[in-house]
């Protein structure tokens, strides 16, 4: 079974260091985050934290972001509970 969650937010990163955050409710194959932006305002310095309970951010990777302005991670076997977080900069 495919199950997908999609938001679609508009006007609602005002600050110059943003994010989103995903947290894992059950155990999956494969957590597939993606952030698309609008053409006239691509963020920078685009990475992803993983964080297990209570600890600490570790980082699993810079995201390049592509021609039409995706950054897109895909991580096989994801955590159960865990928060999957991307972070740019405007």
Request: charged share 20%.
């Amino acid at each position: 079974m495919n199950v997908t969650v999609s938001y679609e937010l508009h006007d609602a990163f005002p600050d110059s260091h943003e994010f989103v955050t995903h947290v894992v409710g059950a155990k999956t194959k494969k957590l597939r985050l993606k952030v698309h932006f609008d053409p006239g305002r691509v963020g920078r310095e685009v990475n992803c934290y993983v964080t297990l309970g209570t600890g600490h951010n570790r980082p699993i990777g810079p995201i390049q972001v592509n021609a039409v302005g995706d950054a897109e991670i895909v991580i096989p076997r994801p955590r159960t509970a865990a928060r999957y977080t991307i972070v740019w900069d405007w």
